[in-house]
């Protein structure tokens, strides 16, 4: 399990490093900004994307609010709570007694302790009294059961695919594509009505998810069937440097069904569909699905696909260097999808903490086809 540990180092610096070699003892894995290395991303680019392939949140109150970054208003950890509740993530909030909260901190404070009522919020005078509080909750989410849970399907919903559509190449402009659907069951769709009031709401959805960048302009897409999105990139790089993938497309279709595009890892040898970084790239963006706040349905239907290209591999994306040779998967010079046939419907968490388990499956199956 992965925690991220969100504060000012200022005033808490004994608890940040202690919290580091207690979680590790615990045999789990801390994020820490302390830890990062040389990244030629932005720093706060860096927390964010941290923050996101963690499993759980863990937030420190101490007397000073942070640096106030220029692009957002925030300081970093406040920047980090709002990503955290967009991406559905557990939080935990400790606030430190006994201190004199500076005013920004103290308003900070207001907006935390109003979302994180109960179990989520606790208070602590002492580092050990605060490494006792964590380990305790640290037991209590590794005995937690699993918020997922899944029925066998008694027939597949129906399902849009970007190799059935004749209208769009979104994707295949952008390069090889990566898509998440989700089918909500038991759903009879949208009016046009709805689905036009679902449209004009998508990008300030979007935004709101804090899950692309501030600077990146979002294109609004209409058809006879769905509304949508459209992600430009959001850096310009060259053809030889590695490009992380990323969303590129958001559809919501009149049947209920909701579709998010990516690019795959590339580098100048292709796409690269990794085995260790795919299932990461399918749980963000199943969670960037839940964040949006539009499938409501008890149960729904996840699966993913990839359209091929001819130069794609089974590999491992370094996203500091480009490979120096790969071994070309054969697909042709003709596109065709991998697809995962889902079996199974699931409860909504899979859009938010459990998305992390259901990942895994979708990605092995793709793989999998992939190498066959």
Known sequence: MKIFISS?????????????????????TPVRFEDFSAQAIPSREACLRALESADVCLFLLGPFYGHVFPETGQSATHDEWVAAQAAGKPRFVYRKEGVVFEADQH???????????????????????LMTKVVQKVKELESAASPLVFAKLEHQPAMHWTSDDTDSQTVSNHGSGLEVHVVPLDFSGYSARELDQLGA????????????GSDVALNPIRSDGYVGVGIPASRSRSWNTPEEGEPV????????QLSIRATLPRDSHGAILDPDALPQQIADLLRFSGALNIVQ????????????????????????RSRQSSQLMGFGRSERQLRTEPDESVTLAALGAGAVEVAPHLAQVLILQARR
């Open 8 to 28: 000012a180092r200022k005033g808490l610096e004994d608890e940040r490093d202690a919290l580091d070699g207690l979680i590790r003892a615990l045999g789990h």
């Open 201 to 212: 709401s998508l990008m300030d959805r979007i935004r709101a998810t804090r899950m692309i």
């Open 297 to 320: 349905a008890d149960r729904i239907v996840v699966a993913a696909g990839v359209l091929t290209e001819t130069l794609m591999s089974v590999d491992t994306f370094d996203p500091q």
């Open 107 to 129: 308003q900070f404070v207001r907006i935390v302790e109003a979302y994180a009522t109960g179990g989520f919020r606790d208070s602590f005078h002492t580092s050990t009294e």
């Open 249 to 256: 497309e958001c559809r919501l279709y009149k049947t209920g």
